[in-house]
């Protein structure tokens, strides 16, 4: 069982930055692929972003990609996700989600994830 709790969410400007945390409570978390999806009102869960267990790899949604920078620490159980330049369209509820990883591949789908954290607001105003 993984445990993971998001924090960093708030409300800024179109043009602000935010960097998004995610806490994970598996004794083996360096094994885990991990993603950020969101979700905004009346519109399905979508993909951000993603990393291999090593850091080595790492998938970005195109509408993200330049902006957001996803990393992690294996050492604090920590996934990031740093968002520069946003907009007004990044407002959503973002989610962190794991999953054990099976060579280099990054789901982009909600089905490639067994676990998720209850997520955070981010509001843009423009």
């Known amino acids: 069982q993984v445990q993971l709790v998001e924090s960093g969410g708030g409300l800024v400007q179109a043009g602000d930055s935010l960097r998004l945390s995610c806490a994970a409570s598996?004794?083996?978390?360096?094994?885990?692929?991990l993603g950020w999806f969101r979700q905004a009102p009346g519109k399905e869960r979508e993909f951000v972003s993603g990393?291999?267990?090593?850091?080595?790899?790492?998938r970005y949604a195109d509408s993200v990609k330049g902006r957001f920078t996803i990393s992690r620490d294996n050492t604090k159980n920590t996934v990031y996700l740093q968002m520069n330049s946003l907009k007004a369209g990044d407002t959503a509820i973002y989610f962190c989600?794991?999953?054990?990883?099976?060579?280099?591949?990054?789901?982009?789908?909600?089905?490639?994830?067994?676990?998720w954290g209850q997520g955070t607001q981010v509001t843009v105003s423009s």
């Open positions: 990393i291999i267990w090593s850091g080595s790899a790492t």
């Open positions: 989600a794991a999953q054990r990883g099976v060579g280099a591949g990054i789901p982009i789908t909600t089905y490639g994830y067994l676990y």
């Open positions: 598996a004794r083996t978390f360096s094994v885990y692929t």
